[in-house]
């Protein structure tokens, strides 16, 4: 059953999780793109849709995807941590809409073209920075006092536990 998962990530997921915790592929659902078209998941009352945005310049090659998840009428993404170019999204799946919340790594903030990027694709009305630097850095809060004043959508957690309200969620 479905409702049952606890996790939903990208192929070999699976074993990978099992072997840290025998039992757990039992409750994980392996969900990955076909080519660029999105894969979706029904789970009990959440709709999950695994979205092939690539990953961006690396070394060697690197599977990525990226995670819609619709639940209770509210749409998040998950971009994992891509670093390719936002203009490139468009056609992968993206809500014409927009969404509700954005889960981006925090390095797109530091370009202000790719960020303005990020925000004219997605049309997040939150967008949460992650990935954050561990340790604490000066020339990091700064950047980050300057991106809350100049982008009100955008929350940078600090904290762990730290709780992000959802503005203008449907």
Not at 108 to 113: F, G, K, N, R, V
């Amino acid at each position: 059953d479905d409702a049952e998962a606890l996790a939903v990530g990208p192929l070999g997921m699976a074993a990978r999780l099992d072997s840290v915790s025998p039992g757990l592929r039992t409750r994980t659902r392996e969900l990955a793109p076909t080519g660029t078209r999105p894969a979706t998941l029904e789970i009990g009352w959440a709709r999950v849709q695994a979205l092939a945005i690539p990953h961006g310049h690396t070394v060697r090659p690197v599977e990525h995807v990226a995670y819609l998840i619709a639940l209770d009428g509210t749409r998040a993404l998950h971009i994992g941590d891509t670093n390719s170019d936002p203009k490139t999204w468009p056609g992968l799946g993206l809500p014409r809409g927009g969404v509700d919340l954005a889960l981006v790594p925090f390095w797109y903030a530091l370009d202000e073209e790719r960020f303005a990027s990020l925000l004219q694709v997605t049309r997040a009305r939150t967008v949460v920075l992650l990935h954050l630097p561990r340790t604490p850095d000066r020339s990091w809060d700064a950047a980050a006092l300057e991106l809350r004043r100049r982008y009100p959508q955008v929350e940078i957690p600090t904290r762990f536990g730290t709780r992000v309200s959802l503005r203008g969620s449907s």
